[in-house]
């Protein structure tokens, strides 16, 4: 996303596209309470990796934080 190669909206296709084997939740590594979702699609063959963490910015809104996106193996 913050070199351009997808945009929001990409994304979201992507995480809607995850079957339930293609995702995980773990701890951060630096911040044991915040749960990191960890997405691995396939779509038109091509595998996808994308991990993302939500932080509470106002009371019920939530800011999504991606850590990476991305093609799988690249």
Do not use: C
Request: glycine content about 4%.
């Amino acid at each position: 996303m913050a070199v351009g190669d997808v945009d929001a909206s990409d994304v979201a296709e992507l995480v809607l596209k995850t079957r339930s084997e293609d995702y995980r939740e773990s701890p951060h590594h630096w911040d044991q309470p915040v749960v990191v979702h960890t997405f691995t699609p396939t779509v038109q063959e091509e595998r996808w990796y994308i991990k993302v963490y939500f932080l509470e910015t106002d009371g019920d809104d939530r800011k999504a934080v991606f850590m990476s996106v991305h093609r799988a193996g690249n």
